[in-house]
């Protein structure tokens, strides 16, 4: 089992982002139906902690394996902030299968309607967020005879499309199409054969 080491609250951070989000899921929570498991007393981790330990662990990298954000919600600016009380590695694994992501689906649609750009007034933040692109690579299955498309062996060939699109402009800024490289990966029909 891999150590984790101890995190301090001074290598954390994004402490008032996570107040905003607790503030307006909390609102979003009132319209949303509780799971019959949350009167239970024996709960200790609750929709808005869960929610948000795991927004916590987006904004602070260091928390990545959950076993490092359970050891962090020992800390007493956590508990404060993110969590109310720890959470235990069991509470959070349920948790899981326990809360649907419904309310925060709603949550995030009605703050991206908040962000539109013909409404943003602060034009330093439109300048900001104007080369906003996700990305996504594809992988697809090619010919047996196109070459370099040599995946894992000569039945296995795929390319990998990575494509830009602007989270703004609502459209596809830029498409490359690379050689899959793959190193010390078993075969998993399933990648090359869902498309």
């Known amino acids: 089992m891999k150590k984790i080491t101890k995190t301090e609250e001074r290598n954390l951070k994004r402490w008032c982002l996570i107040q905003e989000f607790r ?11 509780k799971h019959p498991s949350e009167d ?13 330990a795991i927004l916590f662990t987006l904004f602070n990298p260091v928390l990545k394996p959950m076993r490092g954000l359970c050891a962090a919600s020992e800390l007493k600016k956590v508990q404060e902030h993110v969590t109310f009380s720890k959470i235990s590695l069991g509470s959070f694994s349920e948790a899981q299968h326990v809360f649907d992501a419904d ?5 995030v649609q009605k703050l991206t309607a908040k962000v539109q750009p013909d409404k943003l007034q602060n034009r330093s933040l439109l300048a900001a967020a ?28 795929a390319a ?8 703004l402009k ?3 800024v830029n498409a490359v199409i690379t050689a899959v490289i793959v190193v010390n990966v078993k075969p998993c ?3 090359y054969n869902q498309v």
């Open 23 to 33: 503030k307006s899921l909390t609102k979003e929570l009132e319209h949303h139906p």
């Open 40 to 52: 239970d007393p024996r709960r200790k981790l609750h929709y808005l902690d869960y929610a948000s």
């Open 130 to 157: 104007k080369d906003l692109v996700a990305v996504d690579g594809s992988l697809f299955q090619t010919l047996t005879r196109v070459l370099w498309a040599d995946w894992l062996d000569e039945n296995h060939k």
């Open 189 to 191: 029909s399933k990648w």
């Open 160 to 167: 990998k499309l990575h494509l830009g699109f602007s989270l």
């Open 103 to 107: 309310a925060l689906q709603k949550l």
């Open 170 to 172: 609502e459209k596809a």
